[in-house]
């Protein structure tokens, strides 16, 4: 049955207020100490914090832009970081259950089927995990002997890291690219639910489980784009681990560059296989147990609070000016379907 206009507007008014009202909750406890730490900081060093976290946000948009080429001629890299900016914003709200929705969501609204959305989404994902463990292998290889005299009980940690993200990288690969693997859930199914509603559920997953592996197999095809967006990964990646550096440089007495970019990298893959809502309190623990160590407890916590504002604050952010916009339309759209005869 279709919604009555007046109700949709009523709708998105209430999903508007309890997004605020979650905001708010989210600015009062969460993100109060990275406001502060603003405030107290040096304009130079907001200044290269706050454009290394837009220049991750451009390559990360231009990434997701040649990830949907082969589904949207039309879609830009200003759509890509919209894309980015609308996730980012939806996976504080949700406490991450609701990011690949949003990306899904967002892509669908500019023309792209659900399916290839899932393809796009998944693709990301993988090659976002492949940089991330790309940047960890070469600063492991490269630190080894240091950390082997000074930390030696973190290679392990390290390892198991890049060995569990390196395990996801390959399962979500078998699970789009494989039609043996798919073959097999199939016959499972069939075997054991008996039930009709539970087929009728499980038929409509298998469809859209094939339209993923098309849409999969579409984006691998074209060797050059995937060499661009490997590239856009680590790129956008490394945007983000200059930023403890450019914290750091003058509090920690000339703190080296390289040094900074390793620990970075090593808490990323670590933070990323401890589970956490949205990934927030693992990446903070991780963090500090890297940098304190070589830095102090006050200029760890520092340089911690203004990373996650040029990595979590500022997209969320940017992402309720999207969501707003998209919501704005979304009532304007409903006014003016109650307007007509």
């Given at each position: 049955?279709?919604?009555?206009?007046?109700?949709?507007?009523?709708?998105?008014?209430?999903?508007?207020?309890?997004?605020?009202?979650?905001?708010?909750?989210?600015?009062?406890?969460?993100?109060?100490?990275?406001?502060?730490?603003?405030?107290?900081?040096?304009?130079?060093?907001?200044?290269?914090?706050?454009?290394?976290?837009?220049?991750?946000?451009?390559?990360?948009?231009?990434?997701?832009?040649?990830?949907?080429?082969?589904?949207?001629?039309?879609?830009?890299?200003?759509?890509?970081?919209?894309?980015?900016?609308?996730?980012?914003?939806?996976?504080?709200?949700?406490?991450?259950?609701?990011?690949?929705?949003?990306?899904?969501?967002?892509?669908?609204?500019?023309?792209?089927?659900?399916?290839?959305?899932?393809?796009?989404s998944t693709l990301?994902?993988?090659?976002?995990?492949?940089?991330?463990?790309?940047?960890?292998?070469?600063?492991?290889?490269?630190?080894?002997?240091?950390?082997?005299?000074?930390?030696?009980?973190?290679?392990?940690?390290?390892?198991?890291?890049?060995?569990?993200?390196?395990?996801?990288?390959?399962?979500?690969?078998?699970?789009?690219?494989?039609?043996?693997?798919?073959?097999?859930?199939?016959?499972?199914?069939?075997?054991?639910?008996?039930?009709?509603?539970?087929?009728?559920?499980?038929?409509?997953?298998?469809?859209?489980?094939?339209?993923?592996?098309?849409?999969?197999?579409s984006v691998l095809?074209?060797?050059?784009?995937?060499?661009?967006?490997?590239?856009?990964?680590?790129?956008?990646?490394?945007?983000w681990y200059v930023?403890?550096?450019?914290?750091?440089?003058?509090?920690?007495?000339?703190?080296?560059?390289?040094?900074?970019?390793?620990?970075?990298?090593?808490?990323?893959?670590?933070?990323?296989?401890?589970?956490?809502?949205?990934?927030?309190?693992?990446?903070?623990?991780?963090?500090?147990?890297?940098?304190?160590?070589?830095?102090?407890?006050?200029?760890?916590?520092?340089?911690?609070?203004?990373?996650?504002?040029?990595?979590?604050?500022?997209?969320?952010?940017?992402?309720?000016?999207?969501?707003?916009?998209?919501?704005?339309?979304?009532?304007?759209?409903?006014?003016?379907?109650?307007?007509?005869?």
């Open positions: 049955m279709k919604k009555n206009p007046k109700w949709k507007i009523l709708l998105n008014l209430v999903l508007l207020l309890a997004i605020l009202g979650v905001m708010f909750y989210f600015i009062q406890n969460s993100m109060g100490a990275i406001f502060v730490e603003l405030k107290e900081t040096k304009l130079i060093v907001l200044i290269g914090v706050l454009s290394l976290g837009l220049l991750h946000q451009f390559f990360e948009g231009c990434g997701i832009k040649e990830t949907v080429r082969g589904f949207s001629n039309s879609f830009t890299t200003f759509d890509g970081m919209m894309t980015s900016f609308y996730t980012a914003f939806y996976r504080v709200i949700t406490f991450g259950a609701g990011t690949i929705l949003a990306e899904i969501g967002f892509y669908k609204k500019k023309g792209i089927k659900i399916s290839q959305g899932i393809g796009a990301h994902t993988v090659i976002y995990k492949l940089a991330i463990v790309t940047y960890a292998v070469l600063n492991l290889f490269f630190y080894f002997t240091s950390m082997l005299e000074q930390r030696p009980q973190m290679i392990v940690l390290i390892l198991i890291g890049i060995a569990l993200t390196s395990l996801l990288i390959v399962t979500l690969v078998v699970l789009s690219l494989s039609l043996q693997v798919q073959v097999a859930v199939l016959l499972i199914c069939n075997r054991f639910v008996h039930n009709k509603k539970l087929r009728g559920y499980v038929d409509r997953m298998n469809l859209q489980i094939n339209a993923l592996h098309h849409a999969m197999q095809s074209d060797k050059t784009s995937m060499l661009k967006i490997y590239l856009f990964n680590l790129l956008k990646v490394g945007s930023i403890p550096f450019v914290c750091l440089q003058e509090e920690a007495g000339g703190f080296n560059f390289f040094l900074a970019f390793a620990l970075t990298s090593f808490t990323l893959v670590l933070s990323g296989v401890i589970p956490s809502p949205a990934g927030i309190g693992s990446f903070d623990f991780v963090y500090l147990f890297m940098f304190q160590p070589v830095t102090g407890t006050v200029d760890a916590v520092s340089s911690l609070l203004l990373y996650r504002f040029a990595s979590y604050v500022l997209p969320f952010l940017l992402g309720f000016i999207v969501f707003l916009r998209e919501r704005r339309k979304a009532i304007t759209d409903n006014i003016e379907e109650i307007s007509q005869p």
